[in-house]
């Protein structure tokens, strides 16, 4: 597998690409519409087709580039079921096998940051790789205040990815101190945010974070739902 761990520094933003190595058949995961001429390069020089560009949810916090890609190289483009993007090749539901070349992607529904939020799981010769997007992040978890966001369905979503495998290694959708990844064991132990005793408690420490607005939500949220294209 060739995988790569790329960052965009304005809004701290993880995107991932993944190829199977024998057929160069390539998938990035919420790439971000500034990094475009870099993802190009990079697919141009690994020499990797790019076939599909997942989203873990719709972000808030900067645009989509699986709009720009999709016209740039003719890829599908993938949002999770329910969605009110406009423009999505294909959607994709609880359970289904998202599959580029010998990779194959689980997604795995776990609303509460947003209500259209995936995660992506990877077997790989033994290891387990989760894409967490902004449901887990390394010693934190996403904010659940806007969006269709509710902590409580978030919990019970966390509860769901602290139960796969200890080794499982958690790639993020962000990261604000530099950090790349994490296990589910790593997480269990010292996320501050998973130390408490139940569901209500939770939402009660989601409800007391009183967080300010993503600076680019009110652009965001319109163009990602048109595939950054708007
Ligand atoms: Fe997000």
């Known amino acids: 597998m060739i995988f790569r761990q790329l960052f965009e520094r304005e809004s701290s933003t993880y995107t991932y690409l993944l ?92 609303p509460g940051h947003t209500n259209d939020s995936y995660c992506f799981l990877l077997e790989d010769g033994g290891r387990h790789l989760l894409f967490s997007g902004d449901t887990l992040l390394i010693r934190g978890t996403g904010r659940t205040d806007f969006q269709n966001g509710d902590a409580a369905a978030q919990y019970r979503s966390l509860q769901r990815l602290l139960a796969l495998p200890e080794d499982t290694v958690v790639y993020p959708g962000h990261d604000y101190k530099g950090w790349t990844s994490s296990t589910i064991a790593e997480e269990k132990a010292h996320n501050p945010r998973l130390q408490v005793a139940d569901e209500a408690a939770y939402v009660r420490q989601m409800a007391n974070l009183k967080l300010p607005n993503p600076k680019w939500m009110d652009v965001a949220v319109p163009a990602n739902r048109a595939c950054g294209e708007e």
Do not use: N, W
């Not at 560009?53 to 719709?58: D, P, S, Y």
């Open 19 to 110: 190829a199977d190595a024998v057929t160069h058949q390539a998938l990035l995961i919420d790439p971000v519409k500034s990094e475009l001429p870099a993802y190009q390069q990079l697919l141009r020089e690994l020499g990797l087709t790019l076939e599909r560009v997942l989203e873990t949810h719709i972000h808030a916090d900067h645009i989509t580039a699986a709009g720009s890609l999709r016209e740039a190289t003719g890829c599908k483009t993938m949002l999770g079921q329910p969605t009110v993007s406009t423009c999505v090749s294909e959607t994709f539901r609880e359970g289904d096998r998202i599959a580029v070349g010998d990779l194959a992607l689980q997604a795995l529904y776990t």
